[in-house]
């Protein structure tokens, strides 16, 4: 056989060996920096493990600013503990049903009063919000948490009808509150809605911060025109005024005292001549003759920000209110 015969195998096998052993070689290097790479990560990996295993030691500087830090937290979480004692009530005493029946019934009555002195309408069904205790009492269990709030419910309603709002629309009381073990204060919440003045809301809102004995916090609050377009000029109801009749002149007189009389006008009457100039002058008639009478004072047309009123709208304002009773139990020992 000669090489002319057997030239394709002979080729394809130096090929076959060439490509076989550039591959073992590029192979056996592309390893090598494999390894290398692996062994520089692991080396890292390792210093980083044992840095955070060490515990963080701070400097005495670092550490002294903590303590520092954590002591005037400490007081100053004392002294808001200490600024609500006048208004904590950590237990409250379970009475009579009867008792608290007594007590809604008078309180109920004494609320209305107000708002019949403010002239202003109420529901029919009206129970401080505790209306599902009017025919059927309480459990006794539930008194003291249902008379605490029944205090605070009074006052707030008495400073609302203070205020002189036109309408009470509705009073609701969601329900006996959750009682957590480890809170330090539990909301009492009431729901209140009521037509009125803008300056009603303003009233009833600054006096939420009155009280000695309750704190109130509003969580929500909703307000909203009576009127849902905007005033125009012609809703003006404006006062017209008589025109006032001018003294010494017409009604044309557009001097309100017969005119002006310029000094020409006194040079050409005495043109007459000596005759009329010698003839002697009468000095109250003079007088009479050429002092205008004073203009009489414009009538008043009416109060203008009775006018200015019907301008810029005079409707109420409705306005929802949702506000917590906060009712602040013994305060926890800080660690």
């Keep these: 056989m000669s090489f002319q015969d057997n030239k394709f195998p002979i080729l394809l096998g130096v090929v076959t ?16 920096k494999y390894e290398a790479a692996k062994e520089d990560y692991d080396s890292a990996k390792s210093k980083i493990d044992s840095v955070m295993r060490r515990p963080i030691k701070p400097t005495d500087e670092n550490l002294r600013a903590k303590k520092k830090a954590v002591e005037e937290y400490g007081e100053a979480v004392s002294k808001l503990q200490s600024a609500f004692d006048s208004r904590r009530q950590p237990t409250l005493e379970n009475i009579e ?3 608290y029946t007594d007590a809604l019934i008078a309180a109920r009555k004494r609320v209305l009063a107000e708002f019949e002195k403010a002239n202003a309408e109420v529901p029919d069904a009206f129970f ?91 969580r929500t609050m909703r307000v909203r025109n009576e009127r849902d377009t905007a005033p125009n000029a012609k809703d003006a109801r404006f006062q017209s005024a008589e025109p006032a009749t001018p003294a010494g002149g017409g009604a044309d007189d557009p001097f309100g005292a017969g005119g002006f009389v310029f000094p020409e006008d006194d040079d050409a009457d005495d043109e007459g001549g000596d005759d009329a100039a010698e003839e002697p002058a009468d000095d109250s008639a003079e007088e009479e003759e050429t002092a205008p009478e004073p203009a009489p004072e414009p009538e008043d047309s009416g109060d203008s920000s009775e006018d200015l009123k019907q301008v810029l709208g005079t409707e109420d304002v409705q306005v929802f209110l949702r506000i917590d009773v906060l009712q602040f139990l013994e305060p926890r020992e800080l660690p």
């Design 97 to 99: 049903p009867s008792a």
């Design 17 to 32: 060996v060439v490509v076989t052993g550039g591959l073992v070689f590029w192979s056996m290097k592309s390893g090598g």
């Design 128 to 218: 401080l919000g505790h209306g599902k205790f009017s025919d059927a009492p309480p459990l006794k269990k539930n008194t003291g948490v249902l008379n605490f709030e029944l205090g605070a419910f009074e006052e707030l309603l008495v400073n609302l009808a203070q205020a002189g709002p036109t309408k009470l629309n509705n009073v609701y009381w969601p329900g006996m509150p959750e009682m957590p073990e480890d809170a330090a204060i539990v909301a009492h919440p009431l729901e209140i809605s009521f037509t009125g003045p803008e300056s009603s809301l303003r009233k009833f809102l600054s006096s939420l911060d009155d009280s000695d004995k309750y704190y109130y916090a509003v």
